[in-house]
């Protein structure tokens, strides 16, 4: 567990990955990423939907 302050970020593989914590409005936080492009940010209710098997 991590704290962040708005402006402040996380760097993943170093330099690869970086999340910054944009800012925190009521319950809702906001989030911005910068990665290569060939590396794919999904929100993880997307993730598990791709998953199942559709009907």
Not at 31 to 55: C, M, Y
Request: glycine residues 10%; neutral net charge; proline residues 5%.
């Amino acid at each position: 567990m991590l704290s962040r302050t708005p402006g402040e970020s996380i760097c993943i593989g170093g330099q690869v990955i970086r999340e910054t914590l944009v800012r925190v409005h009521g319950n809702r936080v906001y989030l911005g990423f910068e990665a290569p492009r060939e590396v794919e940010i999904v929100r993880s209710e997307l993730l598990d939907e791709r998953s199942e098997p559709r009907k």
